[in-house]
């Protein structure tokens, strides 16, 4: 289980993965040293898996995102272990969940536009040859994005 500090050096960390020490140790109320061990020890034990910078998709020329739908035709062992390869190797799936429901999947897909992302369904996902059908859901406008995850619940 986790501590107060534990869980407050995680909250300020998902705000400011850059955070020094010095700056993390006097949000959370501890000395450095410990505050400095804690985080380790947090590395060590997988609640800090890695640590990233957040890009602005607009400035990238990113202005298309959508939620894609997959179904497969079927599901034995090579149809899927190519879905998975495909969707990690494509730098354009930016999140993959199974889902329960008509579809087998959702993939979260970033394109400079609606061609693209056309593009992106009918020249490689589709040419895969394993998927049924998808339906997309083009975003129209994020509400709300947060990586953070919470802490204390």
Known sequence: ???KFEKLILKVLQR???ASTQ???EAVGLSASPCWRRVKRL????YISRYAAILDRKKLGLNALAHVQVS???HDA???DLFRTFVEQNEQVLECA???GDFDYILKVAARDPEGLEQFIMQKLLRLDIVRTTTTIFILRQMKVS???PVDI
Do not use: P, Q, V, Y
């Open 147 to 149: 990586g953070a995850l």
């Open 1 to 3: 289980m986790l501590d």
């Open 16 to 18: 400011n993965g850059r």
């Open 98 to 100: 199974s889902i329960t």
């Open 72 to 74: 497969l035709i079927n």
């Open 78 to 80: 090579s149809s899927i």
């Open 23 to 25: 700056e993390l140790s």
């Open 43 to 46: 590395e060590e034990d997988g």
